[in-house]
């Protein structure tokens, strides 16, 4: 045995002579793969979750160009019948993010008034995982400026007192 790793020589007769074989073995460590593999799952899903949150956004914001003012739910920027569109179904997300949930997450829409009361509203963007541990572990938020932030929360929403994502 070398460095933990088991290599078994032999001596194989051929052609009236003798060969060195040498086999090797590779053990894999499943559990060990498993557990990778389901990490990188959850870091997929929450790298999708983000982009999602940016879509979002980009939605909410067209809808505003196109109507002069924020939807009231994530269900206003959801499918319209072809050629029907309108504030009440803009046509600007699928049916599956106007109800809320997507790859994994659930997704909250609320509008924000500004600070001090002026101006016009804004609005945040939430997700969070629907199946904690096993869709994701991290919680985010896109707030009124535009940031991001994300933690640990167990399942529940990320708020904007949790660390800004860089």
Not at 60 to 66: F, L, M, N, Q
Request: zero cysteines; hydrophobic letters at 35%; charged letters at 25%.
């Amino acid at each position: 045995m070398v460095n933990s790793e088991e290599t078994r020589f032999g001596l194989v007769r051929e052609a009236g002579g003798w060969r060195l074989l040498s086999l090797g073995l590779v053990l894999l460590d499943i559990p060990q793969l498993s557990k990778q593999w389901a990490e990188s799952d959850l870091a997929a899903r929450e790298d999708a979750a983000l982009e999602t949150l940016r879509g979002l956004a980009d939605a909410v914001d067209s809808y505003s160009r196109a109507f002069g003012r924020l939807p009231d739910t994530l269900a206003q920027l959801g499918p319209a019948p072809k050629d029907e569109v309108s504030p009440e179904q803009a046509s600007l997300i699928n049916e599956h993010l106007a109800a809320g949930s997507a790859g994994g997450y659930r997704f909250r829409y609320r509008i924000t008034n500004p600070i001090g009361g002026e101006g016009d509203p804004t609005f945040e963007l939430s997700a969070a995982p629907e199946d904690y541990g096993k869709t994701g572990k991290r919680s985010f938020l896109l707030d009124s400026a535009g940031k991001f932030h994300a933690a640990d929360k167990h399942g529940d929403m990320a708020t904007t007192a949790d660390p800004e994502l860089p």
